[in-house]
């Protein structure tokens, strides 16, 4: 059975800084790309931070400088350190563990809730 699950979030005010994990269970992560979504009230999800299975990164214009997302492959695990919040990043960020070579291997976490806010 595979498991994904996210875990850090909080509330958290402007300025301050959080890290999320995510941790998986049933999969060979070194296979799986890895990427942090969030999907904020009233807006469409959006891909954040991307980690191929050879540690290249990705982001979104609006966080790069400021997160920045890492694996360990020993411990099955995808982090997101997130510097400098701002009430814009305030959203829901789920994890998302996609096989390198499958486009129907997908897995997806249940979320976990970001609250930038003074």
């Known amino acids: 059975q595979v498991r994904v699950v996210e875990s850090g979030g909080g509330l958290v005010q402007p300025g301050g800084s959080l890290r999320l994990s995510c941790a998986t269970s049933?999969?060979?992560?070194?296979?799986?790309?890895m990427n942090w979504y969030r999907q904020a009230p009233g807006k469409q999800r959006e891909l954040v931070a991307g980690?191929?299975?050879?540690?290249?990164?990705n982001y979104i214009d609006s966080v790069k400088g400021r997160f920045t997302i890492s694996r360990d492959n020993t411990q099955n695990t995808v982090y997101l350190q997130m510097n400098s919040l701002r009430p814009e990043d305030t959203a829901v960020y789920s994890c998302?563990?996609?096989?390198?070579?499958?486009?129907?291997?997908?897995?997806w976490g249940q979320g976990t809730q970001v609250t930038v806010s003074s």
């Open positions: 980690i191929t299975i050879g540690g290249n990164t």
């Open positions: 049933g999969i060979i992560f070194g296979n799986y790309v």
């Open positions: 998302n563990a996609r096989h390198a070579s499958s486009t129907t291997m997908v897995y």
